[in-house]
Nanobody, 125 residues
């Protein structure tokens, strides 16, 4: 059974940093793309960042230059380093896993088949 467990969320002042972690189990981690999405109250879930099995990365325009995604296949863990946080970054952040391939749409939530429970990120102004 595949499990994704996020950690690292919390309360931070605007301009601060947080690092989210997502520990995966139940599948061969290195073969899969891993992504981060977020959902703020009253809004749809939106793409944040993805790292593919090749370690290619994609980051949403709204966080480019501030957020970095990385993975440690030896630890079955994906990270999201978030710097220069803004109040508009406040949301529940979800880790997701997807079978990577030529047709994979990293920015589409429904292309991911497993999700974590989410971790809250609160940014105070």
């Amino acid at each position: 059974q595949v499990q994704l467990v996020e950690s690292g969320g919390g309360l931070v002042q605007a301009g601060g940093s947080l690092r989210l972690s997502c520990a995966a189990s139940g599948r061969t981690f290195s073969n899969y793309a891993m992504g981060w999405f977020r959902q703020a109250p009253g809004k749809e879930r939106e793409f944040v960042a993805t790292i593919r099995w090749s370690h290619s990365t994609y980051v949403a325009a709204s966080v480019k230059g501030r957020f970095t995604i990385s993975r440690d296949n030896a630890k079955n863990t994906v990270y999201l380093q978030m710097n220069s946080l803004k109040p508009e970054d406040m949301a529940v952040y979800y880790c997701a896993s997807a079978l990577d391939g030529s047709g994979f749409r990293w920015y589409i939530a429904t292309d991911y088949d497993y999700w974590g429970q989410g971790t809250q990120v609160t940014v105070s102004s």
